[in-house]
T-cell receptor
Framework: AQTVTQSQPEMSVQEAETVTLSCTYDTSESDYYLFWYKQPPSRQMILVIRQEAYKQQNATENRFSVNFQKAAKSFSLKISDSQLGDAAMYFCAYRSANYGGSQGNLIFGKGTKLSVKP | SAVISQKPSRDICQRGTSLTIQCQVDSQVTMMFWYRQQPGQSLTLIATANQGSEATYESGFVIDKFPISRPNLTFSTLTVSNMSPEDSSIYLC?????????????FGSGTQLSVL
């Protein structure tokens, strides 16, 4: 079974600085997707960034980028120029690309609570 | 993208009663799912809501406790039956378009349930 591990329960960053959130995963599959979701106090899960395992190029979305190391099964999120609105829980998630069963089942890590200091 | 509306946003219920949570998507989607997020924990998939057929439940979740309906491609309900304090959680609906490498899952804002 696949597992996702986020080893940092809490992180803190100064506004305008850069912070990196760690995520590792375990799988025997070769084809899968990885995600970072943000959950602010409103509870809404917001997709931050998405990476296909078959792509070597790291995904980027504005101030958000990932460092995807497939061999090491590592998928860290870098937030540049941190803003107060970035404060939230961040969840790393895995989804198999294989069909059948729970096609869309996202397997989540336990989350990292990010605080941004003004 | 898809906008997901979930009702109610929160509720406080008595032990032994049932609560039905509604999830409405603003466009037709292939996949709909129900997740549970216990206090301070991550999200766990309860079941996949299948349109026109019985839901597919994950290990540890059963239909008698969490009956699910999905009468069409934009709407689903989750019922939490015979509630106990252990059912106090956030319940989230999610939806996505399956079968495409561009599939993204979108989430509602959740229902915060407290059982007394």
């Amino acid at each position: 079974a696949q597992t996702v591990t986020q080893s940092q329960p809490e992180m803190s960053v100064q506004e305008a600085e850069t912070v990196t959130l760690s995520c590792t995963y375990d799988t025997s599959e070769s084809d899968y997707y990885l995600f970072w979701y943000k959950q602010p106090p409103s509870r809404q899960m917001i997709l931050v960034i998405r990476q296909e395992a078959y792509k070597q190029q790291n995904a980027t979305e504005n101030r958000f980028s990932v460092n995807f190391q497939k061999a090491a099964k590592s998928f860290s999120l870098k937030i540049s120029d941190s803003q107060l609105g970035d404060a939230a829980m961040y969840f790393c998630a895995y989804r198999s690309a294989n069909y059948g069963g729970s096609q869309g089942n996202l397997i989540f890590g336990k989350g990292t609570k990010l605080s941004v200091k003004p | 993208s898809a906008v997901i509306s979930q009702k109610p946003s929160r509720d406080i219920c008595q032990r032994g009663t049932s609560l039905t949570i509604q999830c409405q998507v603003d466009s037709q989607v292939t996949m709909m799912f129900w997740y549970r997020q216990q206090p301070g924990q991550s999200l766990t998939l309860i079941a996949t809501a299948n349109q026109g057929s019985e839901a597919t439940y994950e290990s540890g979740f059963v239909i008698d406790k969490f009956p699910i309906s999905r009468p069409n491609l934009t709407f689903s309900t989750l019922t939490v039956s015979n509630m106990s304090p252990e059912d106090s959680s956030i319940y989230l609906c999610s939806a996505g378009t399956g079968g495409s490498s561009n599939e993204k899952l979108f989430f509602g804002s959740g229902t915060q349930l407290s059982v007394l």
